[in-house]
T-cell receptor, first 108, second 115 residues
Framework: GQNIDQPTEMTATEGAIVQINCTYQTSGFNGLFWYQQHAGEAPTFLSY????GLEEKGRFSSFLSRSKGYSYLLLKELQMKDSASYLCAVRSTGKLIFGQGTTLQVKP | DAGVIQSPRHEVTEMGQEVTLRCKPI?????LFWYRQTMMRGLELLIYFNNNVPIDDSGMPEDRFSAKMPNASFSTLKIQPSEPRDSAVYFC?????????????FGPGTRLTVL
């Protein structure tokens, strides 16, 4: 079967660092994506990992371990505008399978 | 450059009525995806096309749902007859088969309410 798990909600303080975890079990694997979705808006692409290791892009980094079926998204120097839902998605057999998303609330 | 365009942005209809959602993908993109998002089930893939041909419709809930892509710049998702449980946000996304990443670009979505 296909299963992607991520925490439902997280809260963090402005300026801090937060790590959002994602574990997956899928019948195939051809990359893992992180999308950001602000309330009432469309998901937008944040990061992509297909090989093990860390990908860094500005304040955001994403890590992948294929053997463990595990990824995380790391957000540094949190800003209020980072309050959003973060969706983990695995590409399998040509299509994306999304997790339920993690709603991050950044507090002053 | 325009992104993915969807219309209407909001639709309110009564149970039993036909609903048609429209999508214009990004020019040059050869993949088009229809998703449905609800609080309970999250973001679910309904169907996707490659070069206007349906590739996987296993996510289409039932025969009341149908999707077409008559050309590279237009697709429709139709629900007939609509039911209250179809209330959701429907997203269209497109991507291009180039390189490894092939990330999907989402349209703004259509918020459907069936009364």
């Amino acid at each position: 079967g296909q299963n992607i798990d991520q925490p439902t909600e997280m809260t963090a303080t402005e300026g801090a660092i937060v790590q959002i975890n994602c574990t997956y079990q899928t019948s195939g694997f051809n990359g893992l994506f992180w999308y950001q979705q602000h309330a009432g808006e469309a998901p937008t692409f944040l990061s992509y990992n297909v090989l093990d290791g860390l990908e860094e892009k500005g304040r955001f980094s994403s890590f992948l371990s294929r053997s463990k079926g595990y990824s995380y998204l790391l957000l540094k120097e949190l800003q209020m505008k980072d309050s959003a839902s973060y969706l983990c998605a695995v590409r399998s057999t040509g299509k994306l399978i999304f997790g339920q998303g993690t709603t991050l609330q950044v507090k002053p | 450059d325009a992104g993915v365009i969807q219309s209407p942005r909001h639709e309110v209809t009564e149970m039993g009525q036909e609903v048609t959602l429209r999508c214009k993908p990004i020019s040059g993109h050869d993949y088009l995806f229809w998703y449905r998002q609800t609080m309970m089930r999250g973001l679910e893939l309904l169907i996707y096309f490659n070069n206007n041909v349906p590739i996987d419709d296993s996510g289409m809930p039932e025969d009341r749902f149908s999707a077409k892509m008559p050309n590279a710049s237009f697709s429709t998702l139709k629900i007939q007859p609509s039911e209250p449980r179809d209330s959701a946000v429907y997203f269209c996304a497109s991507s291009v088969q180039a390189g490894v990443r092939n990330e999907q670009f989402f349209g703004p979505g259509t918020r459907l309410t069936v009364l």
